[in-house]
């Protein structure tokens, strides 16, 4: 069983910064790619940024350039440096992991941490 635990969520000002982390635990032996997703309601999840084992890292077109990706291979970890925040980056963040733990590869989410950016 695989798990991804988030932290770094929370409320901060337009304009201040966040660093969101998700460590991945359990019995993975191959991590495809790390990703980071957000969903406001009534909206579906979005790809905010995700970066591939032995790839480059890719984001949305809205936050290139504020927002950072980055993994520890040694800690099956990943984080998102989010820097010049808007408020309309507010949303549930989700931590999402492909990998393996047997033979076929499997999409695991983490449960979501809030992110509320305020004017």
């Known amino acids: 069983q695989v798990q991804l635990v988030e932290s770094g969520g929370g409320l901060v000002r337009a304009g201040g910064s966040l660093r969101l982390s998700c460590a991945a635990s359990?019995?993975?032996?191959?991590?495809?790619?790390m990703a980071w997703y957000r969903q406001t309601p009534g909206n579906q999840r979005e790809l905010v940024a995700s970066?591939?084992?032995?790839?480059?890292?890719n984001y949305a077109d809205s936050v290139k350039g504020r927002f950072t990706i980055s993994r520890d291979f040694a800690k099956n970890a990943v984080y998102l440096q989010m820097n010049s925040l808007k408020p309309e980056d507010t949303a549930v963040y989700y931590c999402?992991?492909?990998?393996?733990?047997?033979?076929?590869?499997?999409?695991?989410w983490g449960q979501g941490t809030q992110v509320t950016v305020s004017s």
């Open positions: 999402n992991l492909v990998g393996q733990t047997t033979s076929v590869p499997r999409v695991y």
């Open positions: 359990g019995s993975i032996s191959r991590i495809i790619a």
């Open positions: 970066i591939p084992t032995g790839g480059n890292a």
